[in-house]
């Protein structure tokens, strides 16, 4: 129990309300394998005491798991965590997918930052899921442009200009192009800008894929 009281701890510096927080955090353990089906949670005046929130607050947490599926009540009283079968709901699911992103974005964060490229992070994430048994497709063709997107690429939507200024991030960067009566800001990757090696005054170009002009008085 007191592993599981450790993994509901609530953040005072996120803004989110204490039974948001509860509620997330009991999704994330569910979706790393923290917390296993079956697995008890406390009760929500032992939560509530531990944590030092109102027992309402916790029951709204818990009640809110309860109609989504992630938990269920057990015999004689107290909740446990879903059997697996019932574990694949929506807000679950969304939980995972959520999960499965900020894994990805730390995996690519620390692998850039530790000088490798991009080519170089995805080979060892190949090998990691070999070694237990995923094994990737050596290469995935790239789905075809629809017909209505191929004209995006033409000459006609090229605009030609130089770099005016870079403002670049850890994962982004923002260009701005200066072309004949205009000026464009683009967002792109980071590692975009450095194999482009765009800085201000080389020459460049933008394709536009769409626009949106908003007129005032």
Known sequence: MTDTLALLQIDERDPAPVYIQLERRVRVAVADGALKPADALPSVRNLARQLGVSPNTVGRAYADLAREG???AK?????????????????????????????????????????????????????????????VPPSVAPTPLGEDEVPLLSSRNRLRGT???????????????????????????????????????????????????????
């Open 70 to 72: 992630v938990i269920v």
């Open 163 to 217: 770099v005016a200024s870079v403002r670049a991030g850890e994962l982004l960067a923002e260009v701005t192009l200066d072309v004949p009566a205009a000026r464009v800001v683009a967002a792109i990757t980071r590692v975009s800008l450095d194999k482009l090696r765009l800085e201000p005054g080389r020459n460049a170009s933008a394709y536009v894929k769409a626009s949106e002009v908003t007129l005032g008085p």
């Open 75 to 135: 015999a004689g009283g107290g909740s446990a965590i879903a059997p697996q079968e019932r574990l694949d709901h929506p807000a679950l699911q969304r939980s995972r997918v959520e999960r499965l992103l900020v894994l990805t974005r730390q995996a690519a964060v620390r692998g850039l930052a530790l000088g490798f490229d991009a080519g170089q992070i995805v080979e060892a994430l190949k090998r990691e899921l070999a070694l237990h048994g995923h094994a």
